[in-house]
């Protein structure tokens, strides 16, 4: 099967590959009146460490390194709905995504953590129309060549078990989001 991963660098790149991509991020916000619509539009604002809103003030304010450490850009899901509902029409989700591809390329490992995730998150819905939270994890833990790591997430995974929020077996319909996948990427430019 193709592989459809999100094309994300992890090696670290040249400083004008980085003021490019920033000063992109900053031009796609740069008219953002601070109205705090993307925050609320947003399904999974509430476990990011900055608010959307919050986070494009301090692009533009220059915080550049507070930004790159957040983890709010790697949680969007490119749902788009930020995008759909900003009434200044910004391009929110690419914003989201040019942050990720920034700091994919400092190259280091948090970042790269953070990367890998995201990806295989991504590919894992792309492939079965849903997360398969089983095959996403083996996934993430054999990219990431670290044997222990499984450890760490070990309680987590446990206490889904038990309440009943972690599929051992697929249930998704394998396929079925590519077309949609491919389409986004074509729009983006991506393929
Ligand atoms: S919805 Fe648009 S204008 Fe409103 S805070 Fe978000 S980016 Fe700024
Ligand atoms: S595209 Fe990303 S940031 Fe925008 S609403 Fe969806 S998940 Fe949130």
Redesign the pocket.
Known sequence: MKNTRPSISFTPAPLAFKDQELAAAQDM?R?????????A?CPNAFAMDLA??QM?RMLLFGLTQEVLESRTFWLCSACYS?TL????G?P?TAAMATLKRLAAAEGDSANRKKALFYQEFMHNVEQNGRIQEMGFMCHYFLAMHDPLLPLEYTPLGLKLLAKGKLRLGGRGQRGRLGPLFAKVRSMEGAS
């Open positions: 916000v008219a953002c009146m601070q109205c705090g619509t993307c925050t539009s959307p809103r494009w930020c509902r900003c009434p200044r910004l929110l």
